[in-house]
């Protein structure tokens, strides 16, 4: 070989590089000019002579690499940096072929990352340090330097047992997904995937600067094997790291909010043996993806784009069978799950789950409108307004505007028609529902809180035969009535609202309200649906005037203003208990504490 007096064997596992270094350490010569006689020589002569001596057989990939070496900075082999295990290399001084690939950070034998520097200086290795196993910088050797080896990590070292694979053609085959991919089609994949899971904000092609270096390898097949070794999930975890990372990207263009790695999968990675990286990016966009899909994808297969689940108001209810106009009032509601994006003309479009449409189908089409719930229930529009309104009846799609109609929800019309308390028999001194509300209930809240009544129980019912849903046939026993009415009544008149505790008082509305916001007054809340009111005891009333006092009630007793009554109060050392100013609670007019020593004070002077 090259005519060479001194030719070594070269060992199973050794690099063509490694090889050419001992050869020229064996004959007293330099790499460098034993690698310019190499590359000028015939290459059909040396492709013959490879062909006739049994030599390493990855050989093959590194001849061509060593002679006409690739222009592309992240290509499989790289002879600009020489990286080596210490423990190889003490069990035996050669070159191993894996340690050339770009990817190969850690040795599969012993666990340890790779160096590529002096133990001892920490000067990057020399083309001839391969050749004497020596730093040209500080002449220690590089087997016994005392350098520190850490173990290597997971991902990283999974990785570099695949290419180690790959390199040995043993006969071996890997049990995952990639097994069938050659060396160059494995580090195509995981070159691809750990950049651009690692490097996610760059549009730009794979040119990383010193790609063979450590510093940038370790990163990318670290981020490789996350995303390859639990296949199908970790590629998964990467794509919504990477969507993450660009979330202000067009959400809605795949292309953008995927980044490099959407044109990587479709165009460098097309290939027959790459299907299943197809396969699982296709199966994260149909379990993921809440933005629509082109029709004119053609990258993406078309089964996907056909069947995919989020898309337009419109062609989503002619796909359930919604009405379009109610399906647009509960997107824009946010009744279903919706997406929205805003162009910059303003127009805004809007996206649905075709999946929960699905499932608000069949209430949708048994929802009714008000003249509809009003005849099945059997009472009047009237009353039908005055329970949505109180919130025992809901709507789907909001309350509609005029010229609208109403979508009342079903499941709300079986809430309804709810009864707390059967009769077995038909009560003889009775009347029903509809007679009540028609001769005897005037207002909405008397109606209210008799439907909430028979709901509760306090009001036993008897239902007719066949008329379930139908509230306005319900009958009630009038003894059961006067009762119930009587102590309506007699809670009514026992408690005050916030309007008629200003009237009491003699203050404004708001001045009321800061008293019950302050729990100066205790007030009770009530719930009908989703009104809520606000009753203050009267006891509690005869509470608060026996405890404080208003300013306009010492002003009047003391026959001055409220703001020279503060004033005067104030200069004793007396502080309000509210107040416009800067008392604790805030209130529109002062509130003092009803003391003696107030009440002293404020006279003192008349």
């Known amino acids: 070989m090259l005519n060479l007096p001194v030719v070594p064997a070269p060992f199973e596992d050794e690099d063509l590089l490694g090889f050419l270094a001992r050869c020229a350490n064996s004959n007293a010569l330099t790499v460098a000019e034993l690698v310019r006689a190499f590359r000028s020589a015939s290459q059909t002569a040396m492709r013959s002579q490879f062909r006739e001596v049994e030599l390493p057989l990855i050989w093959g990939n590194q001849f061509d690499e060593l002679l006409h070496p690739s222009t592309r900075p992240a290509r499989a082999w790289t002879h600009r940096n020489r990286k080596?295990?210490?423990?190889?290399?003490?069990?035996?001084?050669?070159?191993?072929?894996?340690?050339?690939?770009?990817?190969?950070?850690?040795?599969?034998?012993?666990?340890?990352?790779?160096?590529?520097r002096c133990g001892s200086c920490g000067t990057t290795l020399s083309i001839e340090a391969m050749r004497c196993f020596r730093c040209d910088a500080c002449g220690k050797s590089l087997v016994d330097a005392d350098s520190a080896v850490q173990p290597a990590g997971r991902e990283a070292l999974w990785i570099v047992q695949q290419l180690t694979l790959r390199v040995a053609r043993s006969g071996e085959r890997s049990d995952h997904i990639t097994g069938d991919l050659t060396l160059s089609e494995f580090h195509?994949?995981?070159?691809?995937?750990?950049?651009?899971?690692?490097?996610?904000?760059?549009?730009?092609?794979?040119?990383?600067?010193?790609?063979?270096?450590?510093?940038?390898?370790?990163?990318?097949?670290?981020g490789a094997g996350r995303a390859l070794m639990n296949w199908p999930y970790g590629f998964e975890d990467m794509l919504g790291a990477i969507r993450e990372k660009r979330r202000n990207a067009s959400s809605w263009k795949m292309r953008e909010a995927m980044?490099?790695?959407?044109?990587?999968i479709y165009h460098y990675l097309k290939g027959p043996r790459f299907e299943f990286v197809r396969t699982a990016f296709e199966s994260y966009v149909r379990d993921h993806w809440e933005a629509p899909i082109a029709c004119r994808n053609r990258n993406i297969g078309l089964p996907l784009v056909r069947n995919h689940t989020w898309v337009a108001v419109c062609e989503?209810?002619?796909?359930?069978?919604?009405?379009?106009?109610?399906?647009?009032?509960?997107?824009?509601?946010?009744?279903?799950?919706?997406?929205?994006?805003?162009?910059?003309?303003?127009?805004?479009t809007r996206i649905v789950n075709l999946a929960s449409v699905g499932d608000y189908a069949g209430r949708v089409q048994q929802a009714m409108s008000a003249e509809q719930a009003a005849t099945h229930l059997g009472i009047s529009r009237k009353r039908i307004r005055q329970?949505?309104?109180?919130?025992?009846?809901?709507?789907?799609?909001?309350?509609?505007?005029?010229?609208?109609?109403?979508?009342?929800?079903?499941?709300?019309?079986?809430?309804?028609?709810?009864?707390?308390?059967?009769?077995?028999?038909?009560?003889?001194?009775?009347?029903?529902?509809?007679?009540l509300a028609k001769y005897t209930i005037a207002?909405?809240?008397?109606?209210?809180?008799?439907?909430?009544?028979?709901?509760?129980?306090?009001?036993?019912?008897?239902?007719p035969p066949g008329s379930k849903q139908e509230i306005g046939k319900w009958r009630l026993r009038k003894d059961?009535?006067?009762?119930?009415?009587?102590?309506?009544?007699?809670?009514?008149?026992?408690?005050?609202?916030?309007?008629?505790?200003?009237?009491?008082?003699?203050?404004?509305?708001?001045v009321a309200y800061a008293l019950v916001r302050a729990k100066l007054v205790p007030a009770t809340i009530d719930s009908a649906g989703r009104r809520v009111a606000q009753w203050v005891d009267i006891h509690a009333l005869s509470e608060f005037r026996e405890q404080y006092i208003l300013g306009t009630e010492l002003a009047a007793l003391a026959r001055t203003s409220p703001k020279q009554m503060a004033q005067r109060l104030k200069a004793c050392g007396i502080q309000p208990i509210a107040g416009p100013a800067s008392a604790p609670i805030f209130c529109r007019q002062y509130v003092w504490q009803r003391t003696p020593g107030v009440l002293s004070a404020a006279v003192a002077e008349t």
């Open 84 to 116: 080596f295990c210490p423990h190889c290399m003490i069990e035996a001084g050669y070159w191993r072929a894996s340690w050339c690939l770009m990817l190969a950070t850690c040795c599969p034998r012993h666990g340890i990352w790779l160096q590529e």
């Open 188 to 222: 195509e994949l995981a070159l691809r995937v750990g950049v651009r899971g690692s490097i996610v904000n760059t549009n730009k092609p794979l040119k990383l600067k010193e790609a063979g270096a450590l510093t940038v390898a370790i990163p990318i097949a670290e």
């Open 259 to 264: 980044g490099p790695i959407y044109w990587d």
């Open 316 to 348: 989503a209810a002619k796909r359930s069978g919604v009405e379009p106009a109610l399906l647009k009032r509960m997107a824009k509601g946010r009744e279903i799950p919706t997406r929205e994006q805003t162009h910059k003309s303003g127009r805004c």
């Open 387 to 435: 329970l949505l309104d109180a919130g025992l009846l809901a709507v789907l799609g909001g309350t509609p505007r005029a010229g609208q109609r109403w979508w009342i929800d079903p499941r709300s019309l079986d809430r309804c028609a709810h009864s707390g308390r059967k009769m077995a028999t038909e009560p003889k001194n009775s009347v029903s529902v509809t007679q």
């Open 443 to 463: 207002s909405a809240e008397s109606f209210v809180s008799l439907i909430s009544a028979i709901q509760t129980g306090e009001l036993p019912v008897w239902v």
């Open 480 to 510: 059961n009535l006067v009762k119930w009415r009587a102590v309506t009544e007699e809670v009514r008149a026992s408690r005050l609202s916030v309007d008629d505790v200003a009237v009491q008082l003699g203050v404004k509305q708001e």
